[in-house]
C-alpha cells in the first residue's frame, strides 16, 4: 500500500485529554479519533492492527471448538427482564424504546441472548458441550469515558458462552478456555497476569481475570514476590497475622469513659495516655481494638431467622424470573467486626453474606441500631442486628471495642467470653505487606486493568431462563453455563502500553498494521523503481508493506515511521543504489542500529525475520 | 468441518411468519434464527455465507481505493442535529438518552459521523478525492419488520461515502462506484437490475439503485421491452402521447350544468348522454378531461413571491444547520393540473417545486381554497393558489374541467387561451403501456427490492455541517460529496432468491457456506477413512468441505445436503469402495444427474470444477 492512497493523518501534537500512553499514541499515528466522549471511529491504519487482534482471537476460539454467531447489538428487552437484569444492570446499560414501545438494549454482554437461542435449539445431551461465541460490537455507558479506546463507551468484545451437561464439563470448557485466553495475549505480545477474581455482578462462581499491570488500572492486584500468587484485591485472601488466644490471663471486661474519643486514632492516644492503659498488657495499638461497621445490605439470600434481630423481618420471593423466585431479605441491617488496623473487603462480606448489594448504613440508621452516636458501636452486647466477625476477631482476647454508648469503651474484650459474632469469616481486605496465604511469602499490589474475564456461571441463567435437555436417562436437566469475554480494543491499546517508546509505537509483529515501511529518500527515479519492486517483492512473499511515496522530507517520513510503530523500516536512496552491489539501510524498529543489506535480498532477508518473529510469537 | 462439530439445526417444518424463499430456507437450513421482530442472529452456517458477501463488497471497495474505517454504531444526536437530520429523520430512527441526558442514535446511514470526522483532518486538494467506508452494523425501526433478514431492523450495510474536490472528480467516484457495485453483485451469482432513481429524502442529484426483481418488492420498476431502459417509478418518465394543438378551431370556453357529477368517470358517463357532449369535436374519454388535485407542501424551497395567492407567504430561514439557513415557505397549497387518464407522480411534483414534503390536501382546505366542494376545482380562473400543469395538459385544447362552483364544470376549455399554469412539468406517473422516452418502445413494470443505491449528494452535508479544504490557489472550498450503500443481509437473502429450488438452496459458489459436502452412507470403517482423507486432500487444496459425520440415516443427510445447497456433494458408500478403482458418487446440486469417479481423482476434479465456477463468477 503507498502512503498517498490511504489515509495516516499523523498529528506533532498531543490531544490535551489523552494521558496515556496508548491513547496518545494511538491518536497522534492516526489510528483513531475521537467522535464524541467514548466514542472512536478506527481509521484506516488503526483498523488493520483491529482486525487482526480480533483474528487472533477467533482463530483461538475456532481452535477450541467454538463456534461463531452473529446475534444482534440491538437487543429486545424482554430477555433481560427474564433473566432478571433489565432492573439489575443499572444505568450503564444503554436502553431505547422505539415507536411501538418496544423496548430495546444496546448489548453490554450476551448471556440473555445466546441463552435465549439456545433455549429454542437444545434437546439433548448429545449437542453439549455447545461453546458459542461473537466478535461484535457492545456498549456500556461509561459514566466518565476516558483513556480513549481503553475506556470507550463502545467496544468490540469477543463474548462466548457455554452450555455443558454437568459441571464436570464446564469446568472442561472453563479450562479450555483459560488456556486459549493465554494463547491470545501470548500472541499479541502481552504480558497478562491471570488473577482469581471476585465474579461481581455475574454471578456464579469461578472465575479469573487477565489483567495487564497499568499505572491507571481500575482493580488492585495481590501478588506474591515467591510463589506467584495473584488475585483481585475483591478475593484476595492471606496468612493468619494472629495466633488464637485464649482468655485465661485476661482481666473482667470493664467500661471505661473515653469522652470525645470517636476514631480509632483518637482512642489509641487517650489509652496510651490515660490511666486506662496501664490495665492492658501489651502496648495499646490499633491491633488491639475491634472496629465494628454497620452495614445496609439489599436481597439477602442467606437464611436469617435465627440471627439476631432479624426475627420479624420477611423474606420476600424474588420477582418471575429473577433468581428462580427465590426468597431473599429486601433489605437487612448487619455489624461487621475486625481487627482495629484492618479494613473491610466489601466484595468478600456481600459474598459471604449472599447479599446483591452492601452499603455502609446511614448515620441515623446507625444510631437507632447501636443505641448510641456514630463512633461508640461495638459487638458485646449488641442484639439488634447480627455480627459478622471477621477471622481476626475470632482470635482477639484482650482488646477494646465501642460499649454502645456515647463516651463509652469496653476493655479486656475477649471473643468467646464476652461476646460471640453470629458468624465468623475472612471478611479482610488483603493489602501490601500481608502474607500469602499459599506459601507465606509477602504479598504486594499493582494497578491492573482487565483485559479478559472467564467465569463458570453455573446455573444462573439457564434456571431463570428455563433452559433444559434430555439426558443419556431422557431426564430433563438444566445445562451448566460458562461466560467468557475478552475487550479487542482494550487488548489492541494494551498491546501499545506494553510496547512503545519516546519516539511512537513498537508493534510486535502479530498485530503491527503493515510488517516492513519501505522509506524511499525521493521517490523518484532509480529509487522509486527500486522501492516499487522491493514492495512488490515482499508482498509476493505475504509480508504487508507501506511504502512512504509522499513527496516529504527524510526526517518527517522517519519520524511517521517511528511514530507508527512499523517493526521493519527500510531506506533506499540514491547513495546506497550506486554501490556495487546496490544496497539498502535496514532497521529494527526496537533496535538502534541500523544495517545495509543488498538491494536483491533484502525481501528474503526481511520475510525471514518477519517469519521467525510471528512464529514465535505464534508458537 | 464435521457436522457434529458444528451447529445446523436444519428444520423440516416452516415458520408460520416465513413466506418468501429467502426466509423459510435460511431458517430451516439452520442459518439465522429470530431472537425478536426483525432481530435476527446468524448461527455458524449462515454466518459462512454472510462474512463472504461482506468480503465480496470489502475486495471491490479497496480495489477502488476506497478505505475502510470503523466509526462507532452508536453516534451522538449532535451530528444529527447539526445535519438537519435529527428532526428529519423521524421515528424510523432510533435514539436512546442515557443517564447523563446524551442523546445518541443508533445509526441507520452514516453521512453526518463520516462528513464530521473528515471535516476535522481535511485540510488540501491534495488529499481528494477520499473515498472511506465500513461494513457495520445499522439499525433502522421498520414498523412491520418481515421476510426475515430481506427487511429487518437491524442489518449490515457496507457504505461508502465520498469527498471530491468538484463535480466532475464526484462524478469520477461515482461511476468507479457504480462499477464496483455492479463487479459486486456480479461476484455473487445475483442478477440485477441499475435503475435510475428518486434521491428521496437522502437530497442531491444522480442517483442510482441496483433492484432485484421480486414479488415482495417494495419498489415499482418502469422497464422497457426493447431498450432497456430502467427506472424507478418515483422517476420514470415516457415520451409524450400528445402532440401540441392549437385552440384555433375550439369553441368559445362555456360552462355546463353538471348536476351530482363528481368524479371523471360520472363525468364521462354525464357528457355522454346529456346535450353538452354532442358540442365536443371528439369522443368524450377521460383522456379529454383536466383533472385537478390540490397538494399541500411543506418546506418549499421555490421562489413564490410571484405565484398566485402567495403573495402574503412569508418564508422562513430554516433553523440552523439545516439546509445551511435556506429559506423556505413552511406551507404551501398547490393545485396540480393532469389530463383525466393520468395519475400524479408525487415525487416527481415534490422535485419540481422543490418540496421536502407533499400530501394532498384535507377536503377543508380544499373547499376554502377553490371555493367549491370537492370534485369542482379547475385551472380556470384559479386565482388562490399556484396551478402546476402536467406537460400533457399544456396539450389540450378543447378540455373539460370543474369550474370552481358546485355542479359546474367548464366545456371547450383551452391551454393558453382559457388559462396557463403558473409553471409546467412531467409530473405524471408513467404506469405499463405507455412509451420508452428513450426508443418508444412499450414499458412494463416489475416489483423490485433495492439491494444498492449509489448517489451524488453534492454539497447537503460538506455545506450544512462546514467542510472546506484549500484548493490549489489557497482558496476556501466545500468538497462535493457522494454516499454509496450496499445492505449485505438482504444482497445474502436476493441470491438465494434467485437460486433454489422445492428442496432447498442452490449456492453460487462464491457465496456458498462450504464448496463440498461429503456424505459417507454410514460414517465407519473404510468409508470413515475414505471420506477423511477426501476432506483433508479438498482442504488442502483451499476447498472448503463439510463432512457429514452424524448417524443419521442417508435420506436424513441427503435432504440436509440439498436444504443447506452445498453446491457439490461426494457420496461415499462401501458399494463404491468395493470396486477397482474404488468408486465415489458426485452430484453437482444444480444438476438431476449424478456420476461415478475414482475416489484418488474426486478431490481434483472437484476442486478443478470449483474453481472455473469461482473464476467465472469473480471474472
Redesign the interface.
Known sequence: MNYT???I?TLREVPADAVIASHRLMFRAGMI?K???G??????LG?RS?RKVEQIAREEMDAI?A??????????G??WKESGRWDAMG?AM???R???E?D?V?TPTAEE?FT??VR??LSSYR?LP?V?YQIN?K?R?E?RPRYGVMRG??FVMKDAYSYNCDEKSLDDSYQAMGRAYRRVFKRCGLTVIPVKADSGAMGGSGSEEFMVESEIGDNTLILCKKCGYAANVEKAGCSPDYTPGSPENTPPIEKIETPNVKTIDELCAFMKNSNAASEINTPVGSKQFIKTLIYRAVNVEMDLSSAPGCKNLERKKAAEGIKNGIEMYPEVFFAAAIRGDLDVNEAKLAALIKAAEINLAEDSDVIRLTGAPVGFAGPVGLSTLPVIADNTVTAMNDAVTGALAKDLHYNHVAYGRDFTGWISGDIRMVKAGDCCSNCGGELYEKKGNELGHIFKLGYKYTRSMNVSFLDENGKSVTPAMGSYGIGIDRTLASVIEEHYDDAGIIWPATVTPYHVIIVPIKYDGAVKAASDRLAADLEKAGIEVLLDDRNERPGVKFNDADLTGIPWRVVIGDKGLSLQPPMVEIKRRSEKENHMTELDKAAEELTLKIQEELAELNS
Request: no cysteine.
Open positions: 492512497s490511504t489515509f493523518p479519533r467522535l464524541a466522549n466514542l472512536f471511529a478506527y481509521l484506516p483498523l483491529f471448538g463456534l461463531e454467531i452473529k446475534p444482534p447489538v440491538v437487543q429486545p424482554e430477555i444505568e444503554l436502553r431505547a422505539n415507536r411501538l418496544n430495546f444496546i441472548a435465549a437461542l429454542d435449539e449437542q455447545l458459542l460490537t456498549y455507558d459514566i463507551r463502545e
